[in-house]
């Protein structure tokens, strides 16, 4: 099986905080990188966790809010003293490719690797980039300004063969390339040969989402519904639920309620606000609403 997991670099609310960093992540797939979100101090902590800055082919940005941004002047400089030649897709919200232009400009950065940038403006869950066998989506959330998550799906794969089922009724070339595009087998004798026979059961399809700043909203329950890990903000307890709401955040307790409701199999919280020194208490209170929750801690790496 590829591998598909997820390193979180930072998940700290608005500020970096005794070591720690705010939003960014590292999803793995099959040897390509993806980084989703690029906090300030992104550099050093892809340092410590060993992370092959060369291997990123792909940066998703969920909204312009610098805890979520201002990573990534210094990491596409730094690509460029490495002597990157690769070319990087960069995507998010509209204004992405004008904060680029203008620290450009005013730092007179020196960059020749090529850099395509793709703003999205979108109103539903919508596919933005693809590689050879995974499909990035973004969707809209609620939060101050234009925000985006993201949502990441295997593609579905070709079907492999019941050799035996193909030894037992002899199925020439031509019926085999009939199975292969998932039809049924007609023969003369009027029997029917269903595609299942020959085909091996699929395993099931991986899926992430990453559901950045936003409130509680059940809006995106059809985007997310029944994805292998969620990672949704619980910047507060609930008892801040008035504070969360007039920031337009999230409380531990709702993400734990929208991972319930969603029916996803796992859940990571994170951008956790500073006042906590200790986050198992958010932790505590998503379970009571659902089991399977992890706290998004600088190094973690999470199987999808």
Same mark, same amino acid.
């Given at each position: $099986? ?13 500020? %970096? ?10 999803? *793995?797939?099959?040897?390509? #990188? +993806? $980084? ?9 902590? $892809? ?5 092959? %800055? #060369? ?8 909204? *312009? ?6 990573? *990534? ?43 395509? +940038?793709?703003? +999205?403006?979108?109103?539903? !869950? ?10 990035? #989506?973004?969707? %809209?959330?609620?939060?101050?300004? @234009? ?13 492999? $063969? ?44 991986? =899926? ?18 029944? &994805? ?36 996803? !199999? ?6 956790? =606000? ?18 399977? &929750? ?6 973690? @790496?999470? =199987?999808?």
């Amino acid at each position: $099986m590829k591998t598909f997991e997820v390193t979180i670099l930072g998940s700290l609310a608005a500020l %970096p905080h005794k070591g720690k960093i705010t939003s960014s992540q590292i999803l *793995l797939y099959n040897r390509q #990188s +993806i $980084m989703i979100d690029c906090g300030e101090g992104v550099q050093m902590m $892809m340092s410590k966790y060993h992370i092959n %800055p #060369s291997r990123i082919k792909l940066i998703c940005i969920s909204h *312009l809010h610098g805890d979520h941004l201002f990573g *990534l002047p210094g990491l596409l400089s730094s690509f460029q003293h490495h002597q990157r030649t690769e070319p990087l897709t960069i995507i998010g919200p509209v204004g992405t490719a004008e904060f680029i232009d203008v620290v450009h400009k005013l730092t007179q950065q020196y960059i020749v690797y090529p850099i395509y +940038i793709k703003e +999205i403006d979108i109103v539903e !869950k919508t596919e933005v980039f693809h590689f050879d066998d995974l499909v990035v #989506s973004a969707f %809209p959330l609620n939060h101050r300004i @234009v925000t985006y998550g993201y949502y990441f799906e295997e593609k579905a794969r070709v079907k492999k $063969m019941n050799k035996d089922a193909v030894k037992q009724f002899q199925l020439t070339v031509e019926e085999i390339r009939q199975i292969l595009k998932g039809e049924d087998i007609k023969r003369n004798e009027g029997l029917l040969l269903k595609n299942e026979i020959f085909t091996l059961p699929d395993p099931p399809f991986r =899926s992430y989402a990453y559901c950045s700043d936003t409130m509680y909203d059940e809006k995106i329950l059809d985007w997310i519904k029944g &994805v292998s890990t969620l990672y949704h903000e619980a910047t507060y307890l609930h008892l801040l639920v008035e504070k969360a709401k007039e920031r337009k955040h999230t409380t531990a307790q709702q993400a734990g309620r929208l991972a319930k409701k969603a029916k996803v !199999k796992k859940l990571i919280i994170g951008h956790f =606000s500073s006042r906590y020194n200790d986050v198992k208490e958010l932790v505590d209170e998503a379970r009571n609403e659902f089991e399977e &929750v992890y706290a998004a801690l600088e190094g973690s @790496v999470f =199987s999808i």
